[in-house]
């Protein structure tokens, strides 16, 4: 028994050998379509391997980690709190009993030196330091600033120096390359505040290995940095830091980052840095997405097998002669398979690798911001990598192999071709799964689970692929009525179906997922676009005073910039009530009817019957949360009204004619009942608070259809309510919306008045435009690279024919035109099923999910359909590209030679 095993072992192991060596053999041979094939599995394996040496090398180990953030020192020290406290080995993370504690306060080097051993030193370091300077007209606050004394070796250890000096004093600074790009600023040069109070000279360039944006270091100044938060202390220790001054320091709650790991706690345990628990959702996703693009490459990759196979059919036969079974000849294939997967696997590997290695500095600048670690790959992403890049070409070979199994001999020595009757029920198994897969997708839309939709839009997908052959089958038998080039084209399509419906079947796949996911993503944008509501009217300018207990920026010095960077029309003042003389919070709100209140709030946890009263519930169309809602409440006499609100001129009058009679104006007109507003003010922070106070004023509603609600108490409903007023900014008509450069001006011009700025963003209506052109594009690129593809190899495998058209008298250009058809019978066939599916598939997604939020309460905007239209401008344009370009490349001259047949 284990002998007839052994021997039946060995006799496959023999048979594999020798189609190895065959196919070894026939890639030497087939040099051109070898080269396409290594081609189209060597690129994804490339950009694969590429992807995981760099994020392996980003990945730090612990080592790495504490020599770029403690540099040259033995220890980072942070005083969080004032009682004991654990941490983990690392730092990243720790805790205290009770965990509710103050934080440490001012701290300062004399007390972060008594807790050392004798012999320390210990510099002062912020990681984080509010920067901003003047770049030309406008104020720019993008920039990280850190301070640290760089002339110090422990502080210079931190950074690597481009050239220059360490900063000497507190009007010297040094910054990194990328911000000295940013700043227009050079080495000696000076650097503005943004409020033009003081400036800086640029005596050094640094570079932070954790961070490569923009950068500025700081000199410490003497005495502030002890009494500012975020402080921590770069330490240089005697001897190294062991379990003893890990004990004492944690007692006295300071967080120890060395460069050994901290003792284990006996009463709590941290998670290992790095880890956490399996993603099983991103994990299916990944998954997902990952057949995806194996299924890609198959359907690319399977004409070039397909037609080598129909080019081999004597060789082939001959071996079944020779006494090979269907077993025989299928490993054959097969070794194709594997052979070219094996050497597209190695060469890419190899290339990922070496461009990795070659690109390392741009990957760290522009992508992760970051200096990475040593230089290392990733062994098990690698031989996962290769594995599936081998496992792509025997998946490609698949079908041809068990279609030459099935071949006539006879007619394969002749040299005839035989095509494989196409059994319908691959039609019915296409259909199947199409159908099945739109069902999961959708009930994955109504679970919103990204893992369930993408696995359904797989299933769909593989069924459109099952049911292209009998699609094109059905073209060719309705071509019988077009001219000569476009028939030829459709019988040639439907004669090797094995290798025209995988190409079709690849652009189908690229088209219907960039047409899918940008249907998704416009009609996500104009979702967010709906329930955008801006908080301000478009052309309205808010300045206010960075400290409220101080009077608001200068009116005339406002007002001159606001005249010249905004053209304004109109400068109204900004009063907020406040409690008089008491010391307490004073909240002013108004008080929404009794009878209008909804008994539910959106927090709460609400059973579907419950669901589904609320959405039959008037009072529930606008529900509050549990806080109540939320008002901008500010006393006026109609002068910011218009600014504030931007409502019609008449709209404007009647409010503030109800402000100057004594009543508010609210803009939610819910609260305003029998032309009263009754408005509650509540007094905190006293030792005995007093009850909230409601009184009713007359009211008007002015609904603005803004985002922030906002109530205007006139000046004599304040004093009835015993308020007292205090102005705090002003609010600026612009003369039209203010572009970005006017509002930069315009910063840059009230940053010395100390002031902030408030205006509206607006929505960002174009933000998923690049998105949507660039899966066009890619879609694109496939498109023309599969027709590209097929129509190279049915070029090569219709010489004869065209060698009989030029036998009959046909003109040089009729192969051209053949050409031209024979892309166009793949693009434009393809790009049509894809589109169809595309948008098939999301519509299914988003009925979906509209159907899953209007069972919901509160209602979610729902999404609309939207169609990107210059997405699919771009998909209908491709295919004439890429039948232009076949007629354009191909060789007009038609071959004469002899047929065998």
Request: net charge positive.
């Amino acid at each position: 028994m284990n002998a007839g095993r052994g021997g039946r072992l060995a006799r496959a192991a023999g048979s594999w050998w020798v189609a190895l060596r065959i196919a070894r053999r026939e890639a030497r041979r087939a040099r051109g379509r070898t080269a396409l094939v290594l081609a189209m599995i060597t690129l994804p394996v490339l950009v694969l391997t590429f992807t995981a040496v760099s994020w392996r090398m980003s990945e730090l180990t612990p080592v790495e980690r504490a020599d770029r953030q403690l540099g040259a020192a033995d220890a980072e020290l942070s005083w969080m709190v004032r009682v004991p406290i654990v941490q983990s080995a690392w730092a990243e993370t720790w805790r205290s009993d009770p965990e509710d504690v103050p934080s440490a306060g001012p701290v300062t080097a004399g007390q972060v030196t008594a807790l050392l051993p004798p012999g320390s030193r210990v510099v002062p370091l912020r990681r984080w330091v509010s920067f901003d300077a003047r770049v030309g007209e406008r104020v720019d606050d993008g920039l990280t600033g850190r301070a640290v004394d760089l002339g110090d070796p422990l502080g210079r250890g931190l950074v690597r120096f481009h050239s220059g000096r360490a900063p000497a004093g507190p009007d010297e600074i040094a910054v990194s390359p990328a911000a000295l790009r940013r700043l227009d600023a050079r080495l000696g040069g000076t650097v503005t505040s943004g409020d033009g109070a003081r400036s800086w000279r640029v005596v050094g360039v640094v570079e932070y290995p954790d961070d490569l944006g923009p950068v500025v270091t700081l000199h410490p100044s003497e005495g502030r940095m002890e009494t500012e938060p975020g402080t921590s202390w770069l330490v240089d220790l005697p001897g190294t830091a062991d379990e003893a001054l890990f004990r004492r320091l944690n007692a006295h709650g300071v967080v120890v980052h060395a460069r050994v790991p901290a003792p284990a706690s006996d009463t709590v345990t941290f998670a290992p840095y790095g880890r956490s628990v399996m993603d099983v959702e991103g994990m299916s996703v990944s998954v997902l997405v990952g057949g995806l693009g194996l299924l890609e490459v198959v359907l690319l990759v399977g004409p070039a097998f397909a037609v080598g196979v129909r080019r081999r059919r004597r060789d082939l036969a001959l071996v079944a002669v020779a006494g090979g079974d269907d077993a025989h000849l299928r490993r054959i294939v097969l070794a194709d398979g594997v052979v070219l997967g094996a050497v597209g696997a190695a060469v890419g590997v190899a290339l990922g690798v070496a461009v990795a290695f070659a690109g390392r500095p741009l990957v760290e600048q522009h992508l992760f911001g970051a200096r990475f670690g040593a230089y290392r790959c990733w062994p098990e992403a690698l031989a996962a990598i290769a594995a599936v890049a081998v496992l792509a070409g025997v998946l490609a070979a698949l079908a041809p192999a068990w279609t030459v199994a099935r071949q006539d001999v006879v007619a394969g020595l002749a040299g005839r071709r035989t095509p494989p009757a196409h059994r319908r029920r691959w039609l019915t198994v296409g259909a199947a799964l199409a159908v099945g897969g739109a069902a999961v997708a959708a009930f994955g839309a109504a679970r919103t689970a990204p893992a369930v939709i993408l696995a359904g839009l797989v299933l769909g997908e593989l069924g459109l692929v099952f049911a292209t052959p009998t699609l094109v089958g059905v073209l060719a038998r309705l071509g019988w009525s077009l001219p000569l080039a476009p028939r030829i084209a459709l019988r040639d399509a439907s004669r090797n179906r094995s290798s025209t419906a995988p190409a079709i079947s690849a652009v189908m796949a690229a088209v219907a997922g960039s047409v899918a996911v940008g249907v998704y993503l416009a009609s996500d944008d104009a979702r967010s676009a709906t329930m955008y509501l801006p908080t301000l009217p478009s052309a309205t300018v808010l300045v206010t005073g960075s400290d409220p207990d101080r009077p608001p920026p200068d009116l005339s010095r406002v007002s001159e910039a606001a005249r010249d960077h905004l053209g304004a029309r109109t400068v109204a003042p900004l009063v907020e009530p406040r409690c008089g003389s008491d010391t307490g919070l004073c909240i002013v709100s108004p008080v929404l009817p009794a009878e209008r209140v909804c008994p539910w709030t959106p927090g709460d946890w609400l059973t579907p019957a419950q669901q589904r009263r609320a959405r039959a519930d008037a009072r529930c169309a606008e529900p509050e949360d549990q806080l109540g809602g939320t008002f901008h409440v500010l006393v006026d006499d109609g002068t910011a009204l218009p600014v504030l609100t931007g409502a019609a001129p008449a709209d404007v009058a009647a409010a503030t004619a109800v402000l100057r009679a004594g009543g508010a104006v609210v803009t939610d007109p819910r609260y305003v009942r029998d032309g009263r507003v009754a408005v509650r003010v509540t007094r905190t922070g006293q030792a005995r608070p007093d009850p909230p106070a409601v009184t009713a004023v007359a009211g008007y509603p002015l609904p603005t259809g803004l985002g922030a609600d906002r109530m205007l108490l006139s000046p004599a409903a304040a004093r009835r309510l015993g308020l007292s007023v205090q102005p705090f900014g002003w609010a600026i008509a612009a003369d039209g919306v203010p572009d970005e450069d006017r509002q930069g001006r315009f910063v840059a011009a009230v940053r010395p008045l100390r002031a902030q700025v408030e205006i509206d963003p607006g929505t960002q209506g174009d933000a998923g435009r690049p998105l949507l052109l660039l899966l066009a594009a890619a879609a694109g690129v496939v498109t023309v690279g599969a027709a590209g593809i097929a129509t190279g190899l049915a070029a090569a495998e219709g010489r004869a024919d065209l060698s009989t058209l030029a036998a009959v008298g046909a003109g040089p250009g009729l192969r051209r035109l053949l050409s031209l058809c024979q892309s166009g019978v793949i693009a434009v066939l393809g790009s049509v099923l894809g589109i169809t599916a595309g948008l098939g598939s999301a519509l299914i997604i988003l009925t979906a999910l509209n159907r899953r939020y209007a069972s919901l309460w509160p209602v979610p905007e729902p999404y609309p359909v939207v169609v990107p239209w210059a997405t699919l401008g771009v998909l209908v344009v491709v295919p004439l590209v890429a039948m232009l370009g076949a007629g354009l490349f191909t060789r007009s001259r038609l071959p004469v030679e002899r047929r065998l047949d």
